[in-house]
């Protein structure tokens, strides 16, 4: 059974930091990419970061470039998200995503979302 666990969300100033993290269970995580997604209220979901399997590849929105770093631990099964110089327009739900792909040699069209973890920016 797959799982992708957020963790690490919560309130802080503008300016502040935060981490988050997505641990991965159930199927072979070194071998898959990995995405962080977010959704506003009201706002569609919008993809932030995406790393590659091995991390050598790394691709950010241009809204959080210079101030979010996407990483990942394959032995840990754990990808994370470095979100410094948060601003108010930061806030939302942040989603772990291992995107559509073979999994365990079954196609799966949507990949997996965790639930997600809140952020939320303000003084």
């Known amino acids: 059974q797959v799982q992708l666990v957020e963790s690490g969300g919560g309130l802080v100033q503008p300016g502040g930091s935060l981490r988050l993290s997505c641990a991965a269970s159930g199927f072979t995580f070194r071998i898959h990419p990995m995405n962080w997604y977010r959704q506003a209220p009201g706002k569609e979901r919008e993809l932030v970061s995406s790393?590659?399997?091995?991390?050598?590849?790394?691709k950010y929105a241009d809204s959080v470039k210079g101030r979010f770093t996407i990483s990942r631990d394959n032995a840990k099964n754990t990808v994370y998200l470095q979100m410094n110089s948060l601003k108010p327009e930061d806030t939302a739900v942040y989603y772990c995503?291992?995107?559509?792909?073979?999994?365990?040699?079954?196609?799966?069209?949507?990949?997996?979302w965790g639930q997600g973890t809140q952020v939320t920016v303000s003084s």
């Open positions: 790393i590659s399997s091995s991390g050598s590849s790394i």
């Open positions: 995503n291992a995107p559509p792909g073979f999994y365990s040699g079954t196609y799966r069209p949507l990949g997996y």
